[in-house]
């Protein structure tokens, strides 16, 4: 997996298009010294403020009209973001504005989507595929991985290049009012067995994954979206269930983590601190004892459950402090930038840990 830290820059954006030409068997191997060379050159080319802001990831839409699609390519411009995350809309109005929007910026973006179920999930006159439930019947994985495969090859299309998916959160309480359907069942081995498929076919066909919500969303009768869940559950009730799923999907090769908003006392007794914004989470339970490499991804900055207690960019600053590679949908990443800036003169941030973030994609 440390092997791919470089290459998923690399992949983003020279190997990514080559793979619409010709299938190539791994296109998450190790780097060429001539790759390496190319990510170090468009790394130095980036101004320092310029590397802080290629962690933030901001929301696309084409179904809101001229005036908003020209708000979000002056971020771009002015901003100089690393990536785009887009929701509802239509397939070719997305392509032709991603092409514009790639030419607004000075670095390449990664174009990201939540396509839990294909580009259905957001776009119309796409396919949708069988939601995770359904999904979690099939006894064959290999059908998974096909599936996952050929929404690789529609994100391909589409000039995308992650897919936060698969949902790898076990759906063991009906009273969940956020995941359910989207999880592949109450098994964790069916569970982790499937989200690996999935994860694989995508990852195979040379697409960026995100398993999420990390350390897992399922047990849980607060959707996070409105407020800060409690995962109140024992650290060895975790390690054997909710952790299960998300250890054999990293060991399998996970390119990409989604932390979940959720306050884990076990694992974290600071007082309303959502796990997205913990580094005994992030940091030392996600990199260091999973010995996860990859791009660890915030849930949405703007959900209430990390914003309800840490408001006015607080929270953005601390994701990147928990350990975050990409911060997703900040209220106001122009702020963000300014305050994760702040903090590093400050000395709370280092500049290292900026650009190894960086240098991950």
């Known amino acids: 997996m440390a092997a791919n830290r470089r290459l998923i820059l690399f992949s983003v954006f020279f190997l990514i298009p080559i793979l619409?030409?010709?299938?190539?068997?791994?296109?998450?191997?190790?780097?060429?010294?001539?790759?390496?060379?190319?990510?170090?050159?468009?790394?130095?080319?980036?101004?320092?403020?310029?590397r802080i802001?290629?962690?933030?990831?901001?929301?696309?839409?084409?179904?809101?009209?001229?005036?908003?699609?020209?708000?979000?390519?002056?971020?771009?411009?002015?901003?100089?973001?690393?990536g785009l995350v887009f929701f509802q809309g239509g397939p070719a109005r997305q392509r032709d504005l991603t092409r514009r929007y790639q030419d607004l910026a000075q670095t390449p973006l990664l174009v990201a989507m939540d396509a839990e179920w294909g580009l259905g999930m957001r776009l119309d006159s796409t396919i949708s595929y069988p939601y995770q439930l359904t999904l979690g019947a099939i006894r064959d994985t290999a059908l998974l991985y096909q599936m996952g495969r050929q929404i690789a090859k529609e994100f391909k299309t589409m000039e995308m290049h992650l897919n936060f998916a698969p949902v790898t959160d076990i759906n063991n309480n009906p009273r969940n009012p956020v995941i359910g359907y989207r999880s592949?069942?109450?098994?964790?081995?069916?569970?982790?067995?499937?989200?690996?498929?999935?994860?694989?076919?995508?990852?195979?066909?040379?697409?960026?994954?995100?398993?999420?919500?990390?350390?897992g969303h399922g047990d849980t009768e607060v959707d996070s979206h409105h407020d800060l869940p409690v995962l109140g559950f024992s650290r060895q009730r975790l390690d054997s269930l909710e952790l299960y799923p998300f250890r054999e999907a990293i060991k399998a090769g996970a390119l990409g983590v989604m932390v979940a908003h959720m306050q884990i006392p076990a694992l974290d007794t600071t007082a309303r601190l959502p796990s997205t914004l913990s580094p005994r989470i992030v940091t030392d339970l996600l990199k260091k004892e999973l010995g996860f490499n990859g791009l660890a991804i915030s849930d949405a900055m703007e959900m209430k459950g990390v914003v309800k207690f840490f408001p006015n960019g607080e929270a953005d600053v601390r994701a990147v402090?928990?350990?975050?590679?990409?911060?997703?949908?900040?209220?106001?990443?122009?702020?963000?930038?300014?305050?994760?800036?702040?903090a590093i003169r400050k000395g709370e941030i280092s500049r290292e840990q900026i650009n190894t973030s960086v240098k991950k994609y």
């Open 184 to 215: 592949f069942g109450d098994n964790k081995y069916d569970v982790a067995s499937r989200a690996i498929a999935y994860m694989r076919g995508m990852q195979d066909e040379g697409i960026l994954t995100s398993i999420k919500h990390f350390p």
């Open 321 to 342: 402090k928990a350990g975050n590679d990409i911060i997703e949908l900040s209220e106001d990443t122009h702020r963000a930038i300014k305050l994760v800036k702040k």
């Open 53 to 82: 802001a290629q962690m933030f990831f901001i929301r696309a839409h084409t179904d809101k009209g001229k005036a908003y699609e020209d708000s979000i390519g002056q971020i771009i411009k002015t901003d100089k973001v690393g």
């Open 20 to 50: 619409s030409i010709a299938q190539l068997r791994n296109p998450f191997s190790a780097p060429t010294p001539e790759q390496n060379e190319w990510v170090d050159s468009v790394f130095k080319s980036l101004k320092r403020k310029e």
